[in-house]
Nanobody, 121 residues
Framework: QVQVVESGGGSVQTGGSLRLSCAASGRADTIYSMAWFRQAPGVEREFIAAISWSGGSTYYAESVEGRFTISRENAQNTAYLQMDSLKPEDTAVYYC??????????????WGQGTQVTVSS
């Protein structure tokens, strides 16, 4: 059974920074492709950023490119989302997703429970 656990959410003022962490665990000797999504109240869940198995390739939504950075530590299947220059519209529950069946982007099968990020003006 694969588990995905996020941490690091919280409250910050406009222009501030937060760093989210995500740990995927389950099958031995498996490297997971990982990604971040978010969902605000009344809005569909949206893709934010993805990172490949090796960490050599990344992909971002236009809404966060240049402000957010996704990275990973392969040995622990741990991914991070560094969020800078935060705006009130970044307020949402942030979810981490993982899967071993593709390198970058796809239908992620394993999801965390989410962590709340609130940006106040």
């Amino acid at each position: 059974q694969v588990q995905v656990v996020e941490s690091g959410g919280g409250s910050v003022q406009t222009g501030g920074s937060l760093r989210l962490s995500c740990a995927a665990s389950g099958r031995a000797d498996t490297i997971y492709s990982m990604a971040w999504f978010r969902q605000a109240p009344g809005v569909e869940r949206e893709f934010i950023a993805a990172i490949s198995w090796s960490g050599g390739s990344t992909y971002y939504a236009e809404s966060v490119e240049g402000r957010f950075t996704i990275s990973r530590e392969n040995a622990q299947n741990t991914a991070y989302l560094q969020m800078d220059s935060l705006k009130p519209e970044d307020t949402a529950v942030y979810y981490c997703a993982a899967d071993e069946n593709f390198d970058l982007g796809g239908l992620y099968r394993y999801w965390g429970q989410g962590t709340q990020v609130t940006v106040s003006s």
